[in-house]
Each structure stands twice: as structure tokens, then as C-alpha cells.
């Protein structure tokens, strides 16, 4: 797998400075219609700016509840951060490690999916479909981190024995 693609290590933190807040707020809005823009709006609408006669901000931030995509797409860049970021020490194991973690997300992902479309109908089917947008991403994470802490306890058993 090339690494020039990846990000810098530093940006793991960014990611899931991103990610943490945006799934919280992701979850608000789906499960308790949690509206973030009517929460500005009325901010906004305490300030002098908005009190004018011609100009209001509450007619933007009450139109639609963009909350979700916000989230949504948060969350998919925290993710993405996360998960191609670069390890401080970056060789050939664990660009395989990264590469057999990606191709086995990839098999889950598929797997979840085709159970799924058997499983599940209407608006259940959108609610699992809502949370198999992020699947791929999140099994690559969980998995390649748990090969890399594996990998990480026999480089040291092997780094001991010599």
C-alpha cells in the first residue's frame, strides 16, 4: 500500500477530535430530533444583527434540519483521518497489516449488508443502511488497530529475545 497517500500521524488526534462530537451530534439528530442550526438561529436572534427590520437568520436556520448531514459528514472525516493516518514508525508490515485490515472491512461490510437485505424492511432498512455508510471505515479501524497491538506484543517478544 503507498504511503504517500496517507495522512500525518498527527492527524489521528484531528480525527477524532471530528469524530467523537460529530457522532454525538449525528445520534442527537436522529434519535432525538436534536436541531443544531434552530440552536444558532436563536442565538443569533439575541444578538441586534438579527433584530433588524430586513434582515433575519432565522429563516435560514429554521428551514431545514441539516443537523444529521453535518453529522454525517463529520463523522465520515474523523473517520477518514482516523484510519489513514500514519503510524510514527511506518514499514512494510504494517502496510500489509493496513492492506489485509482494509480487504477484510471491505468482506464485513458486504456480509452485514447482505443479511441485512434479508433481514430487515421500510424504515429499518434505512436505519441499517444509515449505519453501513460508516461500517467499512469503522471495522478497518477496529481491526487494524487490533492487529497493531497484536504485531506490537510479538515485535517486542521478538526485540527481547535478541
Not at 454525517?72 to 493516518?85: E, K, N, W
Not at 471495522?139 to 497493531?148: G, K, N, P, Y
Request: net charge neutral.
Amino acid at each position: 500500500m503507498k504511503t504517500k497517500w496517507l495522512f500525518p500521524h498527527s492527524y489521528r488526534l484531528i480525527g477524532w477530535l471530528i469524530f467523537v462530537p460529530s457522532a454525538t451530534l449525528g445520534l442527537a439528530a436522529l434519535y432525538a430530533d436534536f436541531n443544531i442550526f434552530s440552536l444558532v438561529g436563536a442565538l443569533f436572534n439575541k444578538k441586534e444583527l438579527a433584530q433588524e427590520k430586513n434582515y433575519s437568520l432565522s429563516a435560514f436556520f429554521n428551514s431545514d434540519n441539516m443537523t444529521d448531514e453535518v453529522g454525517a459528514i463529520g463523522v465520515i472525516i474523523g473517520l477518514l483521518l482516523i484510519a489513514f493516518s500514519r503510524e510514527k514508525t511506518e514499514d512494510e508490515m504494517i502496510s500489509q497489516l493496513r492492506l489485509e485490515s482494509l480487504q477484510w472491512s471491505v468482506y464485513a461490510n458486504y456480509i452485514i449488508l447482505a443479511i441485512a437485505i434479508l433481514l430487515f424492511y421500510d424504515g429499518a432498512f434505512f436505519n441499517v443502511m444509515i449505519y453501513n455508510m460508516f461500517t467499512v471505515l469503522l471495522v478497518f479501524i477496529i481491526r487494524f488497530r487490533w492487529l497493531m497491538s497484536g504485531s506490537t506484543i510479538v515485535r517486542y517478544e521478538k526485540s527481547t529475545e535478541s
